[in-house]
């Protein structure tokens, strides 16, 4: 192919994309507009990066077979592993998911230490380089490398191409800080999760993070505020249906200002459709699709887009083409791993009325479907687990239409049309 690849980004797209594409080049060059700390700490290009950031079992699988190893790395680096669902506590609507082994654990951490920990695994595979406060400002049409663009979700260098684009308009606010535990609470490694029924647009989130610590965030929808000032931060927890979430911060110690951040629109841009973005350019990560973050998956899709971009530039090289058609192999790669995620998140989002965007055909039989694969998942362990490794990215949709724990959604779905 070419020697030399060139990555605009060095956030999750971009570190992984760096993975996936440093066997089949001589060097890998990162380019970022911002300084990247030497130790794990938030920053000014990733403006995300002090909420709560979880890492889906599915994204942990795709960066281990990107960067073997990855996994050990953040257990090293103070990840929490938290196991599904003995640590983990979710009310959804208006239960709690039932306590049941699901034979899986996830990694928990700041999205600072998941970046840090990723840039030392790549910068450890030996062809590849990061330049740090290098922002670029256009892309340059000639040259003959690869050029990745993984700038994020307010991408600027791809904007003047006419790319089909799917919106929704979320309006979802959050706010969060980090936290001392309390003596009593310390070695807890609980993740705590309250998702309510829409209309209510109340969601709090305690997860365990690295040091011993915990980030909390709070969030709400359209007109709904979280307070970013501790005493009104407090009171909105103890608004929420369940108490969990109030009680540890009622004695939780801020060790981080209350940070806020508002989403306006989720965003797909389906570039598999587009004309004109060149041949050699490969957008990633939250440049395609950046979703309502409430349900854990930007980082986990950059990982998939990243195994897509793997297997294009393998089909590539063993079928002797240039690269001048990898981006026609991997784009509806791409489309399928950002699809699978934006049809869970969207179903969310267009429960609530006040959700802009078009509500597709058979929505409301699509709800129903969901809503029965909720409640029977509270009965029934091999629905639960379906449902959770679907949810993480771990087996694609599709393996809800058949096989035994499908025909269990299935009654349920009867039961609930004769109610
Ligand atoms: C509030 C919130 C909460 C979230 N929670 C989760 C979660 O729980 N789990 C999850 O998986 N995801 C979550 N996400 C999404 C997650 O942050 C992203 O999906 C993920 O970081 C992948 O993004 P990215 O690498 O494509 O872009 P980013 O992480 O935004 O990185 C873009 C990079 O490009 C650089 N850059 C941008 N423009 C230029 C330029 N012109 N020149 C040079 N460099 C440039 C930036 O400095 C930055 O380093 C959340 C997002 C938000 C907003």
């Not at 535990?181 to 829409?198: D, L, S």
């Not at 026609?328 to 989002?349: F, G, M, N, T």
């Not at 724990?405 to 349920?412: C, D, F, G, N, P």
Request: charged share 25%; aromatic share 6%.
């Amino acid at each position: 192919m070419s020697r030399t690849a060139t990555i605009v980004g060095a956030g999750i797209a971009g570190l992984s994309a760096a993975a996936a594409v440093a066997p089949f080049f001589d060097t890998v060059t990162i380019l970022d507009k911002d300084e990247l700390p030497a130790m794990p700490r938030p920053r000014k290009g990733v403006a995300q990066d002090v909420q709560v950031h979880i890492l889906l079992k599915g994204g942990e699988l795709a960066l281990e077979k990107l960067l073997p190893g990855a996994r050990a790395a953040l257990l090293a680096a103070g990840a929490v592993e938290v196991r599904q669902t003995g640590d983990v506590s979710i009310w959804e609507h208006d239960a709690w998911h039932p306590s049941r082994d699901l034979g899986h654990s996830q990694l928990l951490m700041s999205r600072p230490a998941y970046e840090w920990v990723l840039r030392r695994k790549v910068l450890a595979l030996g062809n590849v380089e990061i330049r740090d406060n290098t922002p670029v400002e256009a892309l340059a049409p000639e040259g003959s490398g690869l050029l990745v663009v993984a700038t994020g979700r307010g991408d600027r260098l791809l904007a003047s191409l006419d790319v089909p684009t799917t919106t929704l308009g979320i309006e979802v606010g959050y706010v969060s800080a980090r936290f001392a535990k309390p003596k009593r609470y310390r070695g807890e490694t609980r993740f705590i999760a309250c998702i309510p029924k829409p209309p209510d647009d109340r969601y709090g989130l305690v997860c365990p993070v690295e040091n011993d610590e915990w980030l909390i965030t709070l969030c709400s929808r359209f007109d709904n505020k979280v307070p970013t000032d501790l005493g009104g931060f407090r009171a909105y927890a103890t608004s929420l249906p369940i108490p969990d979430v109030a009680d540890r911060l009622a004695e939780a110690m801020p060790l981080s200002p209350l940070r806020s951040y508002r989403i306006a629109e989720a965003n797909w841009r389906h570039f598999e459709r587009a004309s004109g973005l060149p041949p050699r350019v490969i957008p990633i990560g939250d440049c395609i699709s950046s979703f309502n973050p409430t349900f854990g998956q930007g980082m986990s899709v950059a990982a998939g887009h990243a195994l897509a971009l793997r297997e294009a530039l393998a089909d590539g090289a063993a079928n002797g083409n240039g690269l001048g058609q990898v981006a026609a192999a991997y784009l509806p790669r791409a489309a399928a791993v950002s699809e699978q995620a934006w049809a869970a998140a969207a179903l969310a989002d267009l429960e609530y009325p006040r959700t802009r965007g078009d509500r597709p055909a058979g929505f409301d039989r699509t709800l129903l479907a969901s809503e029965a694969m909720r409640l029977a998942a509270t009965e029934h362990p091999e629905v639960h687990l379906l449902r959770f490794e679907i949810g993480n990215l771990v087996k694609p949709n599709s393996a809800a239409r058949s096989g035994a724990a499908a025909r269990l959604v299935a009654k349920t779905l009867i039961r609930r049309r004769g109610e």
